[in-house]
């Protein structure tokens, strides 16, 4: 099992720069893909960004480019930097843990272990 719990959220204007944190516990953290997701009111949760075991990264086509995931091994941690942030990026950001294949990497369904999630709030 893994515990995950995020921190970074918070209130910015469009353009700034915001970094997201997950803190890891429970299991051997290097065992997992490591992935971002959000959630808008009224929207299904979507994928955001994703770095594998082997540290390969993967976004979604609306943050490349802007944002930025990265992992910390022995600190079990995982970040996601954000610049230049959009109204668009407002949801609720979910850190969360899947050991299944690396084709599965952006499918939220092969996420076993969830953080509470996070809220971010970009004004125009």
């Known amino acids: ?71 910390d091994n022995g600190k079990a941690t995982v970040t996601l930097e954000m610049h230049t942030v959009k109204p668009e990026d407002t949801a609720v950001y979910y850190c969360a843990a899947n050991r299944a294949v690396l084709s599965t990497i952006r499918d939220s369904v092969h996420y076993a272990y969830w953080g509470p999630g996070t809220q971010v709030t970009v004004s125009s």
Request: net charge positive.
């Open 1 to 71: 099992q893994v515990q995950l719990v995020e921190s970074g959220g918070g209130s910015v204007q469009a353009g700034d720069s915001l970094t997201l944190s997950c803190t890891a516990s429970g299991s051997t953290f290097r065992n997992y893909h490591m992935g971002w997701f959000r959630q808008a009111p009224g929207k299904e949760r979507e994928f955001v960004a994703a770095i594998s075991r082997s540290i390969s990264t993967h976004y979604a086509d609306s943050v490349k480019g802007r944002f930025t995931i990265a992992r």
